[in-house]
């Protein structure tokens, strides 16, 4: 399978635009360099965007022919925009969010007015309960504010993700593709079928009450930053690390405090902004290292299972290509999250149409845009998000009994 994408749509906006690149630089061209170094000048480009126009139509904008870093990729958004020559058919990837979009009450509204995602939460909410002692359901609608704390934040996430995605899939969107940030990996793998059910609630219970009862201390800061800038400031500080690769300037290192807010100094000083995290504890990063062992020895008890469509993971920062054993969700407590990798890598390979991400509120949407998403849609546009909400989403994925065109790609 190339990097471009396997679809025919793809390889036929490549070929063409190929050509007509060769045509103006006077030479061979690959769908892998980049636009900025084929030296095509401003009078080259108007003509490439007027033959663009007179070929497929009014696909892109004439900015869109500098905004993307290789040929393949100017491809890939031509192919994605053009809705004129080819039919529309949806490929929808789900993207999990993590920990830190918990909100009480989160999906209240819809648990209320929707009976196929009521039944679905009811289903995780039974599974988690034998090791919680405590309903997901009743978290939720309480309000209850221990939402927040380690514990509960990353299994009631599960629960709502996993019945999000069921729902969506009981209305007819399937998803070619799944990946999920951080935690959000665990309702990804169990909608791609390398995990039942019983088992991710297992595993998500266990590996939130370990987490929960390491001493605090650490912390996690975000920084407008490229990986390339933060790097030699990490390096003179051997209690932070990179947790998080967001996008191409968007950083998140996870460590000691202090350290934490000397880098942040060295960056201010130079015009780049950062942010301290709400959270208690240096996640993604060898702080979570006591919790390992035992985390590992029970999660050695779960049979690793395939997946049975493409599943990309964060730990890996591509396709998922054999089972999911105790060794990978190990690894995945202490690496940082290669959330720009994965994406890319998605992106490249399953030409989705549309990217929807799951989770009681949209979080992730703007890096998945920054990343050269085609249409992204949040499945809870807003907090408290209903029926209603959830019907204008499923229709824009042409299912359900609204489906409807969308206005935009």
């Not at 999250?337 to 890598?345: E, L, Q, W, Y």
Request: with cysteine; glycine share 10%; aromatic share 6%.
């Amino acid at each position: 399978m190339s990097a471009e994408g396997p679809g025919r749509q793809g390889a036929a906006h490549r070929e063409w635009l190929l050509e007509r690149l060769a045509h103006y630089l006077g030479r061979a061209v690959e769908a892998t360099d980049p636009l900025v170094g084929c030296e095509l000048d401003s009078v080259a480009a108007l003509s490439l965007y007027g033959d663009i126009e007179e070929e497929f139509g009014p696909i892109i904008d004439l900015d869109d022919i500098w905004s993307h870093r290789t040929i393949g990729d100017l491809a890939r958004h031509m192919a994605y925009r053009d809705m004129r020559r080819f039919p529309r058919q949806v490929r929808a990837a789900f993207v999990f969010t993590g920990q830190g979009c918990q909100y009480p009450g989160m999906t209240a509204g819809l648990y209320l007015d929707s009976a196929t995602y009521r039944g679905h939460l009811d289903e995780v909410s039974d599974a988690l309960l034998p090791l919680l002692k405590t309903s997901v359901v009743d978290l939720i609608l309480r309000e209850d504010p221990r939402i927040h704390d380690t514990a509960y934040a990353q299994v009631s996430l599960f629960a709502v993700e996993y019945a999000l995605a069921r729902t969506l899939e009981a209305s007819g969107v399937v998803p070619v593709a799944v990946l999920g940030h951080g935690i959000g990996e665990f309702a990804a793998a169990t909608v791609a079928g390398a995990l039942a059910l019983s088992d991710a609630a297992r595993l998500i219970a266990l590996r939130a009450a370990f987490t929960e009862y390491l001493p605090p201390g650490g912390g996690m800061m975000a920084a407008c930053a490229s990986p390339d800038e933060v790097a030699p400031l990490v390096a003179r500080e051997p209690g932070v690390d990179v947790g998080v690769l967001n996008a191409a300037r968007s950083t998140v290192l996870s460590g000691d405090i202090a350290g934490l807010h000397r880098i942040e100094a060295d960056l201010a000083a130079r015009g780049i902004s950062c942010r301290h995290l709400p959270v208690t504890h240096a996640f993604n990063s060898p702080q979570m290292a006591p919790v390992v062992p035992k985390f590992e020895a029970a999660a050695r008890r779960v049979p690793g299972g395939s997946p049975r469509l493409p599943l990309y993971s964060t730990v890996d920062g591509g396709l998922v290509s054999g089972p999911l054993y105790a060794p990978h969700w190990s690894r995945q407590l202490t690496s940082p999250i290669r959330f720009a990798d994965a994406v890319r890598a998605m992106l490249g390979q399953q030409e989705p149409t549309h990217v929807v991400e799951v989770g009681p509120r949209p979080v992730l949407t703007p890096y998945l845009r920054r990343l050269g998403s085609p249409r992204c849609i949040p499945v809870c546009p807003r907090a408290d998000c209903d029926a209603v909400d959830l019907a204008g989403v499923i229709s824009a994925l042409d299912a359900g009994p609204l489906a409807a065109e969308p206005a935009g790609a």
